[in-house]
T-cell receptor
Framework: SQQGEEDPQALSIQEGENATMNCSYK?????LQWYRQNSGRGLVHLIL?????REKHSGRLRVTLDTSKKSSSLLITASRAADTASYFC????????????FGQGTELSVKP | KAGVTQTPRYLIKTRGQQVTLSCSPI?????VSWYQQTPGQGLQFLFE???????NKGNFPGRFSGRQFSNSRSEMNVSTLELGDSALYLC?????????????FGPGTRLTVL
């Protein structure tokens, strides 16, 4: 079963624009992670934000977490064609070891 | 450091057969998890192993099983294959049992059941 939902399901933008993806989840979490997947290949870890953190940056990525609303957002600034991929949020809940629960993903298309 | 490797990368089987998939974690990583990805159900957790012990199991039928060896390599087995088992099977490794550990994913094994 999926922990949450991602919004939008698909996003198409021009190179240089910013892309924002949102993720909502249902239960209390230990941390939330964002992954990228290119064309049905393996997942690449982008960033992890702990439940006691509100914002985190990594290069062109900015992640926010609002535990009161059970939601997170991923912002990719100055997007590039190479950012075209599917993006997934995944949550890790307490006492569940390494069991990640993934959202359905957002398909991002960046047009040159 | 070499990444997570999965073999085979592609597999075609027929209904009723069984299949074994292999995952070699990053050197030094002791935790291995498996996920199934399908267009309909998305990414779903199968199981997690740490030091040869299954620590967590997802909601899959008993036809799905796994194990981990002393060198941390892991295998998963699916018996009596069904058409619905067609999927991308991903494994991920981390240094130790999460939380707060980044999990590194392999390229996946794409299983097609005919």
């Amino acid at each position: 079963s999926q922990q949450g939902e991602e919004d939008p399901q698909a996003l198409s933008i021009q190179e240089g624009e910013n892309a924002t993806m949102n993720c909502s989840y249902k239960t209390s979490i230990n941390n939330l992670q964002w992954y990228r997947q290119n064309s049905g290949r393996g997942l690449v870890h982008l960033i992890l934000i702990r439940s006691n953190e509100r914002e985190k940056h990594s290069g062109r990525l900015r992640v926010t977490l609002d535990t009161s609303k059970k939601s997170s957002s991923l912002l990719i600034t100055a997007s590039r064609a190479a950012d075209t991929a599917s993006y997934f949020c995944a949550t890790l809940t307490y006492n569940q070891g390494g069991k990640l629960i993934f959202g359905q993903g957002t398909e991002l298309s960046v047009k040159p | 450091k070499a990444g997570v490797t999965q073999t085979p990368r592609y597999l075609i089987k027929t209904r009723g057969q069984q299949v074994t998939l292999s995952c070699s974690p990053i050197s030094g990583h002791r935790s291995v998890s498996w996920y199934q990805q399908t267009p309909g159900q998305g990414l779903q957790f199968l199981f997690e192993y740490f030091s040869e012990t299954q620590r967590n199991k997802g909601n899959f039928p008993g036809r799905f099983s796994g194990r981990q060896f002393s060198n941390s390599r892991s295998e998963m087995n699916v018996s009596t294959l069904e058409l619905g088992d067609s999927a991308l099977y991903l494994c991920a490794s981390s240094v130790q049992t999460p939380p707060n550990n980044e999990q590194f994913f392999g390229p996946g094994t794409r299983l097609t059941v005919l």
